[in-house]
């Protein structure tokens, strides 16, 4: 492994060599086109981090980075990598100067989406184990140090990171029968999905939507009409991905700027911020979809119906997942999602909203 002084060198350089121009597209362009990533990561991840957080790929008449980066075949990697050397990048540039770098992206996949500090303790004990045991420092080593350094939670929201900025990943996938229960409760279509890209968007079919590089939780990026959301269940920032946007989402809709949204999200029972989504509609989904119910059917929960072409089954929904409902129109909610698990106080919640007594 390279010297922890040529590693910061290579990275003060990188940025040294991107801000001497910092509007100057074909010059971050030249830096990517001029590196290999074997031996230049954190080179390479600059100028993207550059590219993207000035919009520079607005020049080359793209309307996101995901794009820009499919049409720039000369690279030699695609959004995905792309979206990895972004992040870990991010990550590295806030080391200590004390700590060696990495000498590849790979060697710290694992990290992203960790609190900073976390990031570092597994780091600096990787590279301890390296150095007094000659082992190489390799991915694995990093794996096996953070399995045995941070609880599960941490370890299962690192996962959950990298498939959000995964486009193959199948978590990542809303599956088609959800989307199609939020286009029924939506009564058509969905206005906005501010966690996408333009690969999942051709599932979803949002009429805008926000990708990780655009952030959809940034202020000037406006939430309106009819909103869906499945976000990361990673950390932003310090705090759960989720909880960010479920606040977003109720503040959104508190103020009339969303009519209604809806949040497939990942169970999180027993975090403080999960309690905001017991107190609106919200529906459990089974793991396995129940057979629709049949056209004479009661309204009740989950059950098969009696059978014939009313009853065939639909889809396969993710394991431990909820689906929270905010705004006005919550009978259409438990009418459609009652279908696909358990909502809490069904009769209750579809009932009319009555005035309060004087």
Known sequence: ????????????????????????????????EGSSLKNNFLRIGQALVTINDRK?????????????????????????????????????RNFPPTIALPTSERQVRALVGLEQQQAIKVWVKANLIATETGVPLTHRLVEAVLGKELPASYRQATRDWQDYVSPDSDYYVTPPHILAAVRRVFAGAIDLDPCSDPRANEAVQAARFFSAEEDGL?????????VFINPPSGILDGQPAQAR???????????????????????AVGASWFGRVLDQPHCW????????????GGAGGGGASGGGAAGAEVGKSP?????????????????????LGHIPGLNGWKAPLKAPKE
């Open 245 to 267: 946007f479920l606040d977003r989402a109720l503040r959104e809709v508190g103020s009339g700027a969303a009519s209604e949204v809806l949040l497939l999200l990942k169970a």
């Open 285 to 296: 989904l089974a793991e396995q979809k129940a057979a629709k119910k049949g056209t004479a």
């Open 218 to 226: 940034a202020e000037e990026n406006k939430w309106s009409g009819k």
């Open 1 to 32: 492994m390279a010297s922890n002084e040529n590693q910061l060198d290579v990275l003060l350089q990188a940025v040294e060599e991107v801000v001497e121009q910092p509007e100057d597209l074909e010059g971050c362009e030249k830096l990517i």
């Open 56 to 92: 520079l790929y607005k020049r080359a008449g793209s309307t996101s980075f995901t794009q820009y980066i499919e049409q720039k075949g000369d690279f030699g990697f695609g959004p995905r990598q792309a979206l990895r050397l972004l992040a870990a990048t991010r990550l590295v």
């Open 319 to 339: 394991r431990g997942m909820v689906v929270v409902y905010l705004g006005r129109r919550v009978k259409e909610f438990c009418d459609q999602f009652s279908e």
